[in-house]
């Protein structure tokens, strides 16, 4: 039986993702990425909002992350398994849904794992536009692993990131990020060690994997005046900074009840002020205030900030090929008679 068109979803597969990127350009969606995830901040008020519903296991999560600006409302499955990159498996897959909050129907499926890497970058980035030091150049990057060329070229499309300076545990991850990081305008440094990585760096970006209070900085190793941009301590039990580090920072989260839980800040009491990432960005709240001041994103991913990338893929899609309309919705003729749709569907 042929699906009618209401049946069908707009279906963007991982093929059709790699395709949008490359027409877009890497860079150019990492820009548009940021403004569209920019703009939810700044109208934050209006989003349900809920801490992320998580499943855990011993060897990794798998959690939902939903949302709705009362127009739309969108949801992204995401896991995060770090032992999986030993298996010949990613550490992050993600696809996730928009759906009319009018009629229920979904509007958009898609995959996540590259727009995930893409968002999470992008948040880094528009955040690192607000907080990091003026002028910033230069970054550590802590953590070769999926997210790390991507966390790199949106802090140079953002925020005018001139060269980066990779460290990872397990050289071959470096070796890997420095390869396709070549002819992309950044400056490239390998380094042997964490504290080579920070020379000169004015942010900080750690991004590792590893399901344990982990102390990928101390705090010797952070000088003042720099903005840390912590990626990889996102999971209750899964941390990179020492706590001496987090009592010398102002610490910027996307949505507390959410971070307390998962982000660097489950090391600490749970009233330890923080700022509100929305607040920066819409002016009500103050960013960097000083040359000196150690500024914290502590980033452990929030709903909204994927609901604003799904919304991004869906506003490109019109008069491109990189979708297939997917039957994924029963459309029987008279709406009530679901039954003999399936009936007539034998014959
Ligand atoms: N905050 C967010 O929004 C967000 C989004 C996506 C992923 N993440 C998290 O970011 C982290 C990185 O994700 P990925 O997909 O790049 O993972 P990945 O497994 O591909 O890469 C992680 C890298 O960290 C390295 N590493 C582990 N311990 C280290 C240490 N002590 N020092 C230096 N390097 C070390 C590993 O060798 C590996 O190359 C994960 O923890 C993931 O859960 C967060």
Known sequence: MKPSEKALVPFVSVDHMMQLIHRIGVEEMLRGLAEYI???????????????????????????????????????????????TREGLQTVTAFGLLASVETGYPVLLSEMTMLTAMRTAATSAMVAKHLAPKGADTMAMIGNGAQSEFQSLAMKAICGLKTVRLYDTDPQATRKAARNLAGSGLEVVTCASAEESMEGAQIITTCTADKQYATILTDNMVGAGVHINAIGGDCPGKTELAPAILHRSDIFVEYPPQTRIEGEIQQLEADHPVT???????????????????????????????????????DQLPGTEFYHPLDLLADPDDPRDLFGMLQRSAS
């Open 38 to 84: 920019e703009a939810d901040f700044r109208r934050w008020d209006l989003f349900d909002k809920t801490p992320r519903v998580a499943s855990h296991s011993d060897v990794g999560v798998i959690e939902l992350m939903p949302t709705s600006d009362g127009e739309l409302y969108g949801f992204k499955y995401v896991n995060g398994h770090p032992k999986n």
């Open 276 to 314: 509100e990432l929305w607040q920066v960005v819409n002016g009500t709240a103050p960013g960097r205030t000083g040359d000196r001041q150690i500024t914290l994103f502590d980033s452990v991913g929030f709903a909204i900030e994927d609901f604003s990338a799904l919304r991004y893929v869906r």
